[in-house]
Nanobody, 122 residues
Framework: QVQLVESGGGLVQAGGSLRLSCAAS????????MGWYRQAPGKQRELVAV???????NYADSVKGRFTISRDNAKNTVYLQMNSLKPEDTAVYYC????????????????WGQGTQVTVSS
């Protein structure tokens, strides 16, 4: 079984910064893409940023230049550094990861974390 555990959310004033972390644990042979999504009240979940196993990154237009995604493969952890936060960044942030459980596995599974609340006050 695999678990993704997020941390680092909280309340911050507009213009401030937060750093989210998401650690994967359990039966893990390899991790492909890792990403962050967010869901604001009454809205659909949306992609924030993704990082491939090779380190390539992609960001939503709304966060480009303000957020940075990174990963530590030795720790099976993905990070999201969020700077210049805006009230519209308020949401529950979820991490996910595409994980291959064993060397013999012929498939990968997408796992999700439980979510962490980020609230940006104006």
């Amino acid at each position: 079984q695999v678990q993704l555990v997020e941390s680092g959310g909280g309340l911050v004033q507009a213009g401030g910064s937060l750093r989210l972390s998401c650690a994967a644990s359990g039966s893990i042979f390899s991790i492909n893409d890792m990403g962050w999504y967010r869901q604001a009240p009454g809205k659909q979940r949306e992609l924030v940023a993704v990082i491939t196993g090779g380190g390539s990154t992609n960001y939503a237009d709304s966060v480009k230049g303000r957020f940075t995604i990174s990963r530590d493969n030795a720790k099976n952890t993905v990070y999201l550094q969020m700077n210049s936060l805006k009230p519209e960044d308020t949401a529950v942030y979820y991490c996910n990861a595409l994980i291959r459980a064993t060397a013999q596995a012929t498939y990968i599974i997408k796992y999700w974390g439980q979510g962490t609340q980020v609230t940006v006050s104006s």
